[in-house]
């Protein structure tokens, strides 16, 4: 499942953002983003999960094994977010938040089976019933992530996931995350401020101001 | 298939409460000049004007619609700046605010009736003066209520109001900063008197106005509330309109026409002026500012706050329990303070004649509570698509369009909507009350749901709907699960604003509807003081167990969920 991203420019009012950008993402790979405030990192992250508003202009195209997500909606599209904040229902308990991931076809069954082993790989085995607003910074953490991969996404976008978690949870986190992608030969695009966040493989892509 | 939908839900919400407005103005107007076929009158003429004129107290009716109108929206107007100027904000004033919602609730009619119990020669007021002093022995001859100068009314009236303003201001004033303005002012010398008046005051004005304009239309043109508490000979104009329309001679609909339609000039001229004396008053401001002088009197605000807020809080209470009192009395002679001997009778007599208004009035009423919610959702969830293609959309500019049917007098279109209706043969049915009804409970509902639906953070949609793959079901499931309690809210203010209609009701009927409001209006003209109890109770009742059922059912639904418990959110 390799995704690509071929020449792509976005403009707004004519301008573009960017560059040209062209950038190639095996399964498992972690590509990082990175560049000055304003220059079109999260809306290129937009552009790819199918949230850009259409006062941008695109041009180039988005392609995932093959198959370009430009005229896919963002519901179909397969691609799992997790932003800086962690996004959790409030209103839905952990077992709740990750069941509404998980694909249809599952008996019952099955879905409890892969949370409690999802959740056991977390360390957070018999959480199911807690209430989302119970759990510590780090846990919230990797519910989020345990609930981005239960829905099978094709392409995961990390949009500053870690600058919220202090130092420590920070690096934990941070493997755990990577490993958990990797293992899972999913691709995956992140964008940071910090260079630090920046995995020890795959291709750094750096956004610079456009002056065209 | 969604996407193609949602431009629908604001035209049909436009739709909904437009065309009664418009379509009932233009069915008055054509009357007022002369023109009813359905009574044969084909000429466009001043006529009726000329008999309004000629009509014995049309004058009189007028200074008065004036003073009631225009002096209880001054007082209270100004009574709330003193109150926020007093104690907001402070941990007293946050037990206020909790006070708010139920105050609110209680319909007009049933405020009004409650304070004819208290304030008339022979209510409770009086008797506590008999029982402490031993005078008077008998209910004195005094005009304490319904008085001919319309005091009575204008103290119903700004009562009523005083919360509606307080409670509109609360949902500005957080954005305005006040406790840090304060804070800055009284570093550079300045007392908080002065602090509210020149820098805080003239920006929550901007966001108070069209509620302030409201209140002045509502005061201006309102019908039950005069009915109850306004004089009589004459009566307001308003009332005068009212009766001219249901007069048998049914010539006198087109004078009632007229009176109407001076009535919507009325209320437009006092709004002109009102908007006109803003500059000034600005201006003033202005140089308050900038004169930097640090005047050291203590204004006693708290003291002139107290003085309005402690009776206007026991009026609240106190008629609530003479309501109740008079609805248990079997026999309650003056100056006795309590009935006695108690009995149930009123009450058990009640279910017959109860049965039918009260179903009238809960299927009307939620009907028209759910519709509101289902065009207004659709209509906000439109302005978040519209967000989306064109980022720092608002729909600001929209809110005078909102606030049309509450700055219009009712007695203004509805006469020539039911007219209107008629001639399309559609006069009389349920829907079309639902439909007159639809017209006041849409803008509350969408000011009331607005605030938290736009507050709602978007990116949760975004999440659930990677993740699930479904629209619908991230719609249902995320964002509507996330705001049951605005949406309950919403639909129990919604169910509150039905519940307190009296003229829709009137109108669209023509007699033939009658709901716990109308019925409560028509018993307050009479004497039997232990059915108005009863029906004035029934009234207030409704929507507090609207409220009630929604905030409890809310506390339920995430009485799991620490982040969406009340206070936490």
């Known amino acids: 499942m390799a995704f690509n991203i071929d020449h792509l420019s976005l403009k707004l009012n004519h301008k573009p953002l960017f560059q040209p950008l062209t950038v190639r993402l095996e399964p498992g790979e972690i590509g990082t983003v990175m560049g000055p405030s304003g220059s079109g990192k999260s809306t290129l992250l937009a552009a790819i999960s199918g949230t850009l508003p259409p006062i941008f202009d695109l041009s180039g195209d988005i392609l995932l094994n093959g198959q370009s997500l430009l005229t896919v909606p963002i519901e179909q599209r397969q691609v799992g977010i997790l932003f800086q904040d962690d996004l959790l229902f409030p209103h839905l308990n952990v077992y709740q938040n990750l069941v509404f991931a998980l694909p249809g076809r599952l008996t019952r069954p099955q879905q409890r089976e892969r949370i409690a082993s999802a959740l056991g790989s977390a360390g957070l085995a018999s959480f199911e019933q807690r209430d989302v607003a119970t759990l510590s910074g780090g846990q919230r953490a990797r519910i989020s992530l345990l609930r981005t991969l239960l829905a099978e996404p094709r392409l995961v976008l990390l949009d500053e996931p870690f600058s919220k978690l202090d130092q420590h949870l920070r690096n934990q986190f941070r493997d755990w995350v990577f490993s958990r992608i990797t293992d899972m030969g999913i691709p995956a695009l992140m964008v940071t401020h910090d260079p630090a966040d920046r995995p020890s493989q795959g291709p750094l892509i750096e956004l610079e101001t456009s002056h065209a | ?569």
């Open chain 2, 1 to 569: 298939m969604i996407t193609r939908i949602l431009p629908w839900f604001p035209r049909l919400l436009l739709l909904a409460f437009l065309t009664p407005v418009l379509v009932g103005l233009a069915g008055t107007w054509l009357p007022a000049f002369g023109w009813f076929p359905a009574l044969g009158q084909r000429s466009l003429s001043l006529a009726p004007w000329i008999d309004l004129l000629n009509y014995p107290g049309a004058g009189s009716a007028l200074r008065l619609s004036l003073l009631t109108g225009i002096g209880s929206a001054v007082l209270a107007l100004g009574a709330t700046l003193l109150i926020l100027m007093a104690f907001y904000p402070s941990p007293g004033f946050r037990r206020l605010e909790k006070l708010l919602a139920p105050v609110l609730s209680v319909p007009h009619a049933a405020f009004a009736i409650g304070i004819g119990f208290l304030v008339a020669p022979s209510g409770w007021l009086v008797r506590w003066l008999a029982v402490l002093t031993g005078w008077p022995e008998y209910p004195p001859n005094w005009m304490t209520f319904r008085d001919p100068h319309g005091f009575s009314l204008i103290l119903v009236l700004a009562l009523k109001e005083i919360p509606f303003l307080l409670f509109m201001a609360l949902a500005s004033l957080p954005a305005l900063k006040v406790d840090k303005t304060l804070w800055l002012g009284a570093s550079l010398g300045y007392r908080p008197g002065k602090v509210w008046l020149t820098l805080i005051w003239p920006v929550l004005y901007d966001r108070l106005r069209l509620p302030f304009y409201a209140v002045v239309a509502f005061s201006l043109s309102v019908v039950d509330i005069a009915l109850i508490a306004g004089p009589t000979a004459p009566p307001t104009l308003a009332v005068m309109a009212t009766r001219l329309f249901n007069d048998p001679d049914l010539l006198l609909r087109l004078p009632g026409a007229a009176a109407a339609t001076t009535l919507l000039l009325v209320t437009v001229l006092t709004l002109a002026v009102l908007f006109s004396f803003e500059r000034p008053l600005r201006l003033l401001c202005r140089h308050l500012l900038a004169n930097g002088k640090r005047p050291r009197l203590a204004l006693g605000l708290r003291f002139w706050a107290s003085l309005v807020l402690v009776p206007g809080t026991l009026f609240y209470l106190t008629s609530l329990l003479v309501l109740t009192l008079w609805s248990f009395a079997g026999q309650w002679r003056f100056p006795d303070l309590w009935p006695s001997p108690l009995s149930a009778r009123a009450w058990s007599s009640a279910p017959d004649r109860l049965l039918d208004p009260l179903w009238l009035t809960l299927s009307t009423g939620l009907s028209a509570a759910l519709i509101a919610l289902i065009l207004v959702i659709g209509a906000l969830e439109n302005e978040v698509r519209l967000r989306q293609l064109k980022p720092g959309f608002t729909a600001q500019r929209l809110l005078w369009v909102l606030y049309l049917p509450l700055l219009v007098p009712q007695i203004a279109f509805l006469f020539g909507f039911q007219v209107s209706l008629a001639w399309l043969q559609l006069g009389g049915q349920w829907w079309v009350l639902v439909w007159s009804h639809l017209v006041f409970v849409l803008p509350y509902t969408f000011l009331t749901l607005s605030g938290p639906y736009r507050a709602f953070d978007e990116r949760y949609v975004w999440v659930g709907l990677s993740l699930s793959g479904h629209r619908l079901k991230t719609f249902w499931r995320i964002k509507l699960g996330q705001l049951w309690r605005p949406i309950g809210y919403t639909l129990a203010t919604g169910f509150a604003v039905s519940v307190a209609q009296y003229l829709p009701t009137l109108f669209m009927g023509g007699g033939r509807f009658a709901t716990i409001t109308t019925e409560a209006v028509s018993l307050a003209s009479g004497s039997n003081r232990r059915t108005m109890a009863v029906y004035a109770l029934v009234q207030q009742l409704l929507p507090l167990i609207g409220f009630a059922l929604a905030l409890s059912l809310a506390a339920w639904r995430y009485r799991h969920h620490r982040a969406l418990q009340q206070g936490q959110t």
